[in-house]
């Protein structure tokens, strides 16, 4: 589980922080299950697959910043606390 104590992150930031492990880390795994020999393929295979396990909860959080597109949702991370807190300030719509 990664935190970013007392860090504020729009939108388009958590995603970068969400994804990019992601990518770089399954990527990485998917070339070595094609290049590694037979006795390790299975290890890696399990790595690959506890890996994106592991990222659920990232896809989880990405799909309520979806959800929630309405608002401009930031969210915070208090690790002494050991809380997570999301703000969300819906649009202004304008009226002619």
Known sequence: MA?????VANKREFK???LAPFIVITTTLII???LANTNLKLTISAV??????????DFGLLSYFEFNKEK???TYD?????ISYFY????????T
């Open 32 to 34: 070595l299950l094609f």
């Open 3 to 7: 935190l970013a104590d007392k860090f």
């Open 48 to 57: 690959l697959f506890a890996h994106t396990a592991m990222c659920s909860g």
């Open 78 to 82: 208090d690790v002494e606390n050991k």
């Open 88 to 95: 969300g300030k819906t649009s202004e719509r304008k009226t």
């Open 72 to 74: 401009q949702i930031v």
């Open 16 to 18: 970068i922080a969400a």
